[in-house]
């Protein structure tokens, strides 16, 4: 959504600023800085896992064959997962394609990436455990930098509070100042604690795909929390339970891959995903 939003963070000792959403104009045509971020955290996944491939004796042509169909699939994956739980607001079937509007799930991104990462693995006959350990926290470092899209926008925020590090937020000059939780913030300081721990212990991990059970694990814990906080939550079964479906998926992801990463830890297993071996 393209405006100017005032924000302040008055417990932080941050005096009200003004943010535009539009960095500049090309033709006529507004570039919104929200498109200009995502597409920073692509760049710098995309870095990332070239530097892990090094590493793990991937070569450069079969990530950046990787990393086209991920971008790809992913981005209509994060659109088609929101579109498919927030129907009631698209007015006509053209509205599904306007992307530039705003409307994209993270996890439908992930749910996708994984899929692509998967086929991608058993087509070409790779280790496909080893491609997720590259990946998952590329992933974690473009969802980190990508909420600061969410700023610029001045949206993703959770309810009114008083807490020390609340946000001051109006739309206009001389409107009602509402101070709300940033929990764009709060997601990408979990995710950058989360990256920071993760590539510490990186070159310890036991088994391919350690390491993308750890950032589903970590990241489907902090936000399974964090999206309670939130106003702008998608719901399943809203008539009768009003459940926030990425709380669920992210208790899921926490309860699978932490349980997961419990078990191998217990059996001491080396290869725990022969499904992602090479043929």
């Excluded at 994209?104 to 491609?131: E, P």
Aim: proline share 2%; glycine share 10%.
């Amino acid at each position: 959504m393209l405006r100017i939003s005032y924000i302040s963070f008055p417990g932080l000792g941050i005096d009200e600023f003004a943010l535009n959403s539009v960095a500049f104009t090309v033709f006529g045509h507004p570039i919104a800085w929200y498109g200009i971020i995502i597409t920073m955290g692509i760049v710098l996944a995309t870095l990332y896992v070239l530097y892990r491939a090094k590493q793990e004796g991937i070569s450069v042509d079969d990530v950046l064959d990787l990393g086209i169909y991920v971008i790809l699939f992913g981005v209509l994956g994060a659109r088609l997962y929101f579109v498919l739980t927030s129907l009631s607001l698209f007015d006509s079937f053209w509205d599904i394609f306007k992307i530039w509007e705003g409307g994209l799930a993270i996890y439908g991104g992930v749910i996708a990436g994984a899929l692509t990462v998967f086929l991608f693995c058993r087509i070409k006959k790779k280790n496909c455990g080893q491609f997720f350990d590259m990946v998952a926290p590329a992933v974690m470092l473009g969802q980190m930098i990508g909420r600061w899209g969410n700023f610029m926008n001045g949206e993703a925020h959770g309810g009114v509070t008083d807490i020390f590090c609340r946000m001051g937020l109006r739309f206009s000059q001389y409107g009602t100042v509402y101070y709300y939780h940033p929990t764009f913030i709060y997601e990408a300081l979990w995710n950058l604690v989360g990256f920071i721990l993760i590539n510490v212990f990186y070159k310890k991990k036991r088994y391919n795909g350690q390491v993308a059970y750890m950032y589903l694990a970590w990241y489907g814990f902090g936000r399974m929390f964090i999206e309670q906080l939130r106003t702008d939550s998608l719901y399943i079964f809203a008539e009768r339970w009003y459940l926030k479906i990425s709380s669920l998926v992210g208790l899921f992801c926490f309860l699978i891959f932490g349980g997961l990463l419990l078990y191998h830890a217990i059996k001491k297993t080396k290869a725990p995903t022969a499904f992602c071996n090479k043929e």
